[in-house]
């Protein structure tokens, strides 16, 4: 079936380090990708998403592209800062039915 | 996109009780789903909620222990019934917009619940 595999963490960083979140999933078809974040004590938030091969999602200095070759969707950041300590979930929505599957998040601390 | 509120944001409960969550979207939506995260894990489908018709539970979830209410575009609730403390979670309303380049799910704040 559908599913998300999500890098497993924790992850901590220093402040300005690059950051890379794997993430590959298994789909019939050609499902939609998201990485959502949820930041302490507060709900998820959309980050950025792509919906067909190739296509960059991008938000707030994150990327991701979505690699069909590969069958994956990591998320990366070129200079991390202190505000970006949250839980990241990658996603996938298949076309049939209104599936939403999520990863296991992974969370990350930014440290100064 | 859309914005979500939810009441309460957090609820300590005794065993036995019910409490019921409220999910308010500021447009009319026709998916809502409602979400279970566990301490520390990810989010688990409880059931999806259409207006006009009866919600739609996933596996290891029913009725009697969560029922739901739709009763227009923009309105939902969920209750947590005869609660123990394996209920402790937050519960997460979401919507599901549909727009040029497919579907999103836009969460609510989600509801911090502690059963003691």
């Known amino acids: 079936g559908d599913s998300v595999t999500q890098m497993e963490g924790p992850v901590t960083l220093s402040e300005e380090a690059f950051l890379t979140i794997n993430c590959t999933y298994t789909?019939?078809?050609?499902?939609?990708l998201f990485w959502y974040v949820q930041y302490p004590g507060e709900g998820l938030q959309l980050l950025l998403k792509?919906?067909?091969?190739?296509d960059k999602g991008s938000n707030k200095g994150f990327e991701a592209t979505y690699r069909k070759e590969t069958t994956s969707f990591h998320l990366e950041k070129g200079s991390v800062q202190v505000s970006d300590s949250a839980v990241y979930f990658c996603a996938l929505s298949t076309l049939t039915g209104n599936q939403f599957y999520f990863g296991t998040g992974t969370s990350l601390t930014v440290i100064p | 996109s859309a914005v979500i509120s939810q009441k309460p944001s957090r609820d300590i409960c005794q065993r036995g009780t019910s409490l019921t969550i409220q999910c308010q979207v500021d447009?009319?939506?026709?998916?809502m789903f409602w979400y279970r995260q566990q301490p520390g894990q990810s989010l688990t489908l409880i059931a999806t909620?259409?207006?006009?018709?009866?919600?739609?539970?996933e596996s290891g979830f029913v009725i009697d222990k969560f029922p739901i209410s739709r009763p227009n575009l923009t309105f939902s609730t969920l209750t947590v019934s005869n609660m123990s403390p394996e209920d402790s979670s937050i519960y997460l309303c979401?919507?599901?917009?549909?727009?040029?380049?497919?579907?999103?799910?836009?969460f609510g704040p989600g509801t911090r619940l502690t059963v003691l």
């Open positions: 447009s009319q939506v026709t998916m």
């Open positions: 789909a019939t078809g050609y499902p939609s």
């Open positions: 792509a919906t067909k091969a190739d």
């Open positions: 979401s919507v599901e917009v549909v727009a040029g380049g497919g579907d999103t799910q836009y």
């Open positions: 909620a259409n207006q006009g018709s009866e919600a739609t539970y």
